[in-house]
């Protein structure tokens, strides 16, 4: 049987066109670094070197540039952008640094680099890298301490790179805070890195009699040295020096009545009982040494060893019901003289691992504090000796 197909059209030639070769073109980039900004890339607050957002917890963080920023320059002014976190004021005899957080206590719960820093000091932030602040119990990882949370200083270590970074600001009441941040880079795995500050600052509050104002002046030297850098064997040496030479205010007293405008009462929010006799002076002087070893990426052991000495003296003044007078003798005395030293050793062991089809952090510590703490309060000078008198001595040892 055939088939005829009448009008069949034949199909058109199929055209092949030879292959072509581009010519090469060489792209090169650099990887983008990670913008600098407000929030936190890492955190160690929860033991091992983690993003925020793993950790099981609410975690503040202020950075660096946000302290940078706000040209804050002590702890208490950098935790004001934390919520849930009040400031007292010298309640229960304790100085320096005293916050609460979600309501307790939180002087048991302020560490270094994860190491606890529970001396009654004022705290600067001129070599901080951030404050992270973990809030709820955390007694599983840092063992003692309040149900309150955990504030954390994370200091500057050295890096390998160079830059120098200078910063200055001028004010009012003869304000003034200079910082400096020197790094430099000596080998392919290791560097030092220097920061330096200086502040002064006085109030509006004035003594009307004398015109002494109270006055913060600070300054403050650390030291930071690490080999090996980004390899599997990491040790960091650090030293930091604060001086504190202020003269104290004790605030506003307690008004049944309302305050008269005028001040001839001499009781308003402008009036400093206090002279610059009153002084607050204190010396802080804390080494560590860190050395961590990776076993692999996900496996290390993290060794922290510390010793810290603070010394402090204060001697207050209190407010009255009368004007101050020019021999100082309105109001009370509140005086302290402190030594405080510690000695601390602490280690952690953290890996990662795979069992039942679920994924594992595993996290086991040791640690060694040893406290030894002595304190005496002053009476005020014996006018023959011109040495103060001794009122009481406390002296107690912890480990």
Excluded: C
Aim: net charge negative; hydrophobic share 30%; no cysteine.
């Amino acid at each position: 049987m055939q088939t005829a197909y009448a009008n069949a059209e034949e199909p058109a030639p199929v055209t092949i066109t030879p292959q072509q070769t581009l010519e090469e073109v060489m792209v090169e980039a650099s990887e983008l670094k990670a913008e600098s900004g407000y929030q936190a890339k890492k955190t160690r607050v929860g033991k091992v070197l983690q993003d925020p957002h793993d950790v099981p917890q609410a975690v503040t963080t202020v950075t660096r540039e946000l302290m940078h920023d706000q040209q804050v320059g002590s702890l208490r002014e950098a935790l004001r952008n934390v919520a849930g976190l009040t400031f007292n004021a010298a309640e229960g005899g304790r100085a320096g640094d005293n916050m609460m957080l979600r309501g307790f206590y939180t002087f048991g719960d302020i560490y270094l680099d994860n190491m606890r820093d529970t001396a009654q000091y004022n705290r600067e932030t001129f070599n901080l890298e951030q404050v992270d602040v973990l809030r709820g119990s955390a007694a599983m990882l840092f063992g003692r301490g309040q149900a309150g949370g955990v504030i954390n200083q994370v200091s500057k270590l050295a890096e390998l790179n160079d830059k120098n970074t200078v910063t200055g600001s001028l004010g009012t009441y003869d304000y003034h805070q200079f910082t400096g941040d020197f790094n430099k880079q000596l080998t392919e795995t290791a560097a030092i890195r220097l920061n330096v500050m200086d502040r002064h600052e006085e109030t509006y509050r004035k003594n009307p009699t004398t015109g002494d104002r109270p006055e913060t002046d600070r300054k403050g030297i650390a030291v930071s040295f690490g080999a090996g850098i980004g390899t599997d064997n990491e040790l960091f040496l650090n030293h930091i020096y604060t001086q504190t030479r202020d003269v104290p205010d004790f605030g506003v007293r307690f008004e049944n009545t309302r305050p008269l405008n005028n001040g001839t009462n001499g009781r308003t929010d402008k009036t400093f009982w206090g002279s610059s006799d009153n002084f607050d002076d204190s010396d802080t002087r804390i080494t560590t040494g860190i050395f961590t070893h990776k076993f692999t990426e996900d496996t290390q052991l993290r060794t922290q060893l510390r010793h810290a000495e603070y010394k402090r003296g204060y001697w207050a003044k209190t407010p009255a019901t009368t004007l101050p007078t020019e021999n100082n003798s309105v109001g009370g005395n509140v005086t302290r003289k402190m030594h405080y030293e510690t000695l601390n050793l602490q280690s952690d062991f953290s890996t990662k691992l795979n069992l039942a089809g679920m994924k594992h952090d595993v996290l086991a510590g040791v640690e060694y504090l040893k406290e030894d703490s002595y304190r005496k309060a002053l009476q005020p000078y014996n006018p023959t000796t011109g040495q103060p008198y001794l009122l009481q001595v406390v002296h107690s040892t912890q480990r």
